[in-house]
T-cell receptor, first 115, second 118 residues
């Protein structure tokens, strides 16, 4: 079946603009995760969803970052007033549940470049 | 706090050589899972293996094998008879219950870049 998809694959924006990154999880997967991969910080957890609820937002780097999920499916990560340090690859993953045994399957990522 | 260390930043081998990627982890939990993911040049993280903290049996899958040792908090990954297609970044990751609230947040190591030359 179809895997996790993300759009756009690449996004170049100017400092100060807002951007929206989209994630379509594997059909039927109730858990969804966002991670960020940057040269300086490696792979870091941002936020997760169980259904449409995000119980833990502590990984979001600042209040310029927000995320939502609708219909227990598509999720959008929004970055307001982008800064150059936001440049990174944003990865989305989904899993069938939240148990530690539930493997996360990753999408191809969105490469964000802030000029 | 949980931590995963992959001390080898880059490894370069010639095809058909065996190569071992090291992973050392820190956790206070008794229940946790360890993972290896492969990130080829295309960028997508590919799941390779999951291991729980109660199962120290080594595992072999084709040319891949994993050695889990709780005594040294290590979960090393060996590729036998490496091939050019094995060239990628390999990540070790840890998932643990967080203060009794279990969810699958992954803590990743910094990754090891493996280059296999023909």
């Amino acid at each position: 079946g179809a895997g996790v998809s993300q759009s756009p694959s690449n996004k170049v924006t100017e400092k100060g603009k807002d951007v929206e990154l989209r994630c379509d999880p594997i059909s039927g997967h109730t858990a969804l995760y966002w991670y960020r991969q940057s040269l300086g910080q490696g792979l870091e957890f941002l936020i997760y969803f169980q259904g449409n609820s995000a119980p833990d937002k502590s990984g979001l780097p600042s209040d310029r970052f927000s995320a939502e999920r609708t219909g227990g499916s598509v999720s959008t990560l929004t970055i307001q007033r982008t800064q150059q340090e936001d440049s990174a690859v944003y990865l989305c993953a989904s899993s069938s549940g939240l148990k530690l045994t539930d493997t996360q399957y990753f999408g191809p990522g969105t490469r964000l470049t802030v000029l | 706090a949980q931590k995963v260390t992959q001390a080898q930043t880059e490894i370069s081998v010639v095809e058909k050589e065996d190569v071992t990627l090291d992973c050392v982890y820190e956790t206070r939990d008794t229940t946790y899972y360890l993972f290896w993911y492969k990130q080829p040049p295309s960028g997508e993280l590919v799941f390779l293996i999951r291991r729980n903290s109660f199962d120290e049996q080594n595992e072999i899958s084709g040319r891949y094998s994993w050695n889990f040792q709780k005594s040294t908090s290590s979960f090393n990954f060996t590729i036998t008879a490496s091939q050019v297609v094995d060239s990628a970044v390999y990540f070790c990751a840890l998932s643990e219950s967080a203060g009794g609230t279990s969810y699958g947040k992954l803590t990743f190591g910094q990754g090891t870049i493996l280059t296999v030359h023909p």
